[in-house]
């Protein structure tokens, strides 16, 4: 049963690029969360997703970012004209229920870097 | 809202010894969660151990155990016999039983150096 899969690992972008990152939940798992680590912090909740509905995303920043998970398909969490700020770690965590937090799967990231 | 402070950005500890992390938070709510997540160099988030708030009796996992004192808002992390694995970023956080027990809240880490 494969982990949460996150690609790519690592992204390059120029600013003003568009960056698209990536997460597949584990098998059976219908719950997405997508966090952010800047460097030498702590990660940060973005948002938290069901199929095919947005269902918190009280963390997101307002403009340039927004995500998805589709009914087919993994999630993504897009960002249009990147800014140097924008570079971290970006996490997806998975689930199979809401409100189980030791139930809850980490991927191992998309490094972002921007140019 | 709710914070998460842990106040050592760095730790250090030989191998086999005993080293203690810090953790404390705020928070209004009397039902949460509390976690010690692990990160290594592959930035893998690894779960080592939780706390449900209810709970009086302090969390243990192997090596690993919490000190957990709920009127102090205090949640520290205890980890035994000290191996060169346990060398990570660690991080506290916290979840909110109302907001959501999956939407968490982190501290600022602590960096765990093993000597050996």
């Known amino acids: 049963n494969a982990g949460v899969m996150q690609n790519p690992r690592h992204l390059v972008r120029r600013r003003g690029q568009e960056a698209r990152l990536r997460c597949s939940p584990m098998k059976g798992h219908s719950h997405v969360y997508w966090y952010r680590q800047l460097p030498e912090e702590g990660l940060k909740f973005m948002v938290y997703l069901q199929k095919e509905n947005i269902i918190d995303e009280s963390g997101m920043p307002k403009e340039r970012f927004s995500a998805e998970f589709p009914k087919e398909g993994p999630s993504i969490l897009r960002i249009q004209q990147v800014v140097r700020g924008d570079s971290a770690a970006y996490f997806c965590?998975?689930?199979?229920?809401?409100?189980?937090?030791?139930?809850?799967?980490f991927g191992s990231g998309t490094q972002l870097s921007v140019l | 809202a709710q914070t998460v402070t842990q106040s050592q950005p760095e730790m250090s500890v030989q191998e086999a010894e005993t080293v203690t992390l810090s953790c404390t938070y705020d928070?209004?709510?009397?039902?949460?969660?509390l976690f010690w997540y692990k990160q290594p160099p592959s930035r893998q988030m690894i779960l080592v151990i939780r706390q449900e708030a209810y709970k009086q009796q302090n969390a243990t996992e192997n090596r690993f155990s919490v000190n957990f004192q709920k009127a102090a808002k205090s949640f520290s992390l205890k980890i035994s016999d000290s191996q060169l694995g346990d060398a990570a970023m660690y991080f506290c956080a916290y979840s909110s039983l109302i907001q959501g027990a999956q939407k968490l809240v982190f501290g600022q880490g602590t960096r765990l150096t093993i000597n050996p």
């Open positions: 965590a998975s689930s199979a229920t809401w409100g189980t937090p030791e139930k809850l799967f």
């Open positions: 928070t209004s709510e009397s039902d949460y969660y």
